[in-house]
């Protein structure tokens, strides 16, 4: 069960960092332990993954030659300043709402939202708080089809 509970951990981080997939793969670790253990461990995952991805995203807007291409191209130069307010503005509720679409690979959405994003702190906690919700809702459902039929 711990086994199956860390590759659960190190794959809900993975989900945000680097692999484009559905969180909702994690619910296959059901079979080994509790529903509600999985999905915590997974929502701690997610909430790492997004507080790491954060500073990455920090480290890589510092970069010179992103920074020279930004600074080059009109039109990249509108959507950062486009893209900046709108996340500013909407933030981790937005991110919280979107991170509930189900079956949704978020990663490309994390990703911008974490370049963007001002309050590390927020962020992880919309990434956790969502996914523990999506994660929940998604087993609720698994649970009443499988013992229902």
Do not use: C, H
Not at 43 to 66: D, E, P
Request: no cysteine.
């Amino acid at each position: 069960m711990a086994f199956a509970l860390f590759l659960v951990f190190l794959y809900a981080a993975g989900t945000v960092i680097a692999l484009p997939t559905p969180q909702e793969l994690v619910l296959g670790a059901v079979a080994t332990a509790p529903g509600w253990a999985v999905i915590t461990v997974a929502a701690a995952g997610r909430a790492l993954g997004a507080y790491l991805l954060f500073f990455l995203g920090a480290k890589v807007k510092s970069w010179q030659k992103l920074r020279a291409w930004r600074e080059k191209d009109k039109r990249i130069q509108r959507w950062v300043i486009r893209t900046e307010r709108w996340v500013n503005r909407l933030g981790a509720p937005a991110l919280f709402f979107l991170l509930l679409i189900p079956g949704f690979p978020d990663t490309v959405v994390t990703y911008v939202l974490a370049m963007f994003n001002r309050r590390p702190w927020a962020f992880a906690l919309a990434m956790a708080s969502a996914s523990a919700l999506r994660l929940s809702l998604a087993y609720l459902g698994i649970f009443y089809i499988v013992n229902r039929g």
